[in-house]
């Protein structure tokens, strides 16, 4: 279970030992490794992958416009150009339920084209829709739709594809498999590593292939419809622990313990750049939407800005007295925050690199961090049992979710930006109003810690992982 020869061991310092316990990671003079469970806790800050839609340019001239997701801040123009159709997507950041829509529309008509006069009228009424659906609130309450008893040996992520339909797990049993969300049947399970699969993601938001890493040392590139592995890149010395696609999906990044992350070309199978510059392990990165940037958190208290094409280091963001443990730029680009171990989080600007602000109030680490999808809320989840609201732009702390019994490993806002979900070594998840803090669902059943958790694209189906080896899916 999760051995390996001729490699130093790590050991958790904690309440309870094993995978998704609380602690840090330490360096123990052991000759060898076993217990793989206890080595990469929820201190490695690992949460799902950022979806991130691929941005259209260089259009012209439209004809009609339509709401595509009115849950993401953004509306679709659809248009026809040299005979084709093409869309363009136009994203609606500031959109609150007390804007002032005709207003809004005005100011996107003077910097897009596509909106003209003729068309106005509708793009005013389709905002308005959107505005609409973000005042909802949320009454929705799930329930428990299936239980799949995933993997023989323990769970270690859960990811889904952008539209809901497929989900894969990885395992200490060496696979990672696929499912269907709908039917929660197995589709087909990925086999080839040679130790644990750790970290893993679709290739969103295309959802044609995934990648795996593994303690192994190497990351394999997969087909979802075949399963057939299209390259198995090696190059990195030690454990792989957190991966990504970049959004165009013609890179995929990989961390390892072995202090450096990697950039693959998914076509070629090669290596196009190591990233080296981190004096501790890698444990968690991150592309920005455009693709140009991608962020590194490590074990040695900083995270590293880089440049995507050159793989040049940009900036250290050094202020953390702690290990890092999530980060993760905002929307636009502008903003990226982190969570430490040393219980704070903190805002930079992502294009310079300064610190702009530190988020304090938790009691223990913080263990996952992340930003709506507009942009404008942060949420931390703590060892403290709590997971707190904060103002991006006020850096004001909005709300307090207090009532989980146990430390929070997981963090994430509903697609709307109203509800956030949590997961926790109490054994349940739950839901939050994201305003107020207020507790609306607890969703309870699993045998033991819930690990990860995850709304899908339209924020109707979520996902939980539990270390007591199974999935839940919650309708």
């Excluded at 529309?105 to 973000?134: A, F, N, W, Y």
């Excluded at 992350?261 to 890698?282: C, P, Q, R």
């Excluded at 909005?398 to 709307?416: Q, R």
Aim: aromatic residues 8%.
């Amino acid at each position: 279970r999760g051995e390996c020869e001729n490699r130093p061991s790590w050991r958790v310092s904690s309440r309870r030992q094993g995978l998704g316990t609380a602690g840090r990671v330490h360096r123990a003079p052991a000759a060898g490794w076993r217990g793989g469970a206890a080595v990469l806790s929820r201190c490695l800050g690992k949460r799902l992958q950022l979806e991130a839609a691929q941005r259209p340019s260089g259009l012209s001239c439209g004809t009609y416009c339509k709401v595509s997701a009115v849950l993401h801040h953004r509306i679709i123009l659809e248009y026809v150009e040299g005979g084709e159709s093409k869309t363009r997507s136009i994203d609606l950041l500031d959109l609150k339920p007390d804007t002032d829509v005709p207003a809004l529309v005005e100011e996107i008509q003077k910097g897009e084209p596509l909106i003209t006069d003729s068309c106005l009228e509708h793009v005013v009424h389709l905002v308005q829709r959107l505005q609409d659906k973000l005042g909802e609130k949320q009454n929705h309450k799930f329930s428990l739709f299936k239980v799949l008893r995933t993997h023989i040996l323990p769970l270690t992520n859960v990811a889904f594809n952008k539209s809901g339909s497929r989900f894969i797990t990885g395992s200490y049993d060496r696979t990672c498999k696929l499912w269907d969300t709908v039917s929660g049947e197995e589709l087909r399970s990925l086999e080839g590593h040679r130790n644990v699969v750790y970290a893993i993601a679709f290739n969103n938001p295309y959802g044609d292939k995934i990648a795996t890493g593994s303690f192994d040392k190497t990351c394999k590139l997969w087909s979802t419809e075949t399963g057939k592995c299209y390259h198995t890149f090696r190059g990195h010395s030690a454990e792989i622990v957190c991966l990504s696609f970049n959004p165009q999906s013609t890179l995929l990044a990989t961390g390892s313990m072995d202090t450096t992350a990697k950039l693959w070309d998914l076509e070629k199978g090669e290596e196009v750049a190591t990233l080296s510059g981190h004096s501790a392990e890698i444990i968690a990165l991150s592309f920005n939407t455009t693709g140009d940037r991608i962020i590194t958190g490590s074990f040695d208290h900083t995270v590293a800005v880089w440049d995507v094409g050159t793989g040049r280091l940009l900036h250290t963001l050094i202020g953390h007295r702690g290990e890092i443990s999530s980060a993760q730029f905002n929307w636009d680009c502008s903003l990226i925050v982190t969570g430490s171990m040393d219980k704070t989080c903190m805002l930079w600007n992502a294009v310079t690199g300064t610190h702009i602000a530190t988020l304090a109030g938790h009691r223990k680490e913080v263990l996952d961090v992340c930003f709506d999808y507009a942009g404008q809320r942060i949420a931390t989840a703590s060892a403290d049992g709590s997971a707190r609201v904060y103002n991006a732009e006020t850096k004001q702390c909005i709300a307090k979710l207090e009532g989980h019994e146990d430390e929070i490993s997981k963090v994430c806002f509903n697609p709307k930006g109203n509800c956030i979900l949590t997961a926790s070594s109490d054994k349940t998840a739950r839901l939050w109003d994201a305003a107020t803090g207020r507790c609306l669902q607890i969703l309870e059943g699993h045998a033991d810690e819930i690990f990860s958790c995850a709304f899908n694209y339209k924020g109707d189906t979520i996902i939980t992982g539990s270390k007591d080896n199974s999935c839940r899916i919650w309708h």
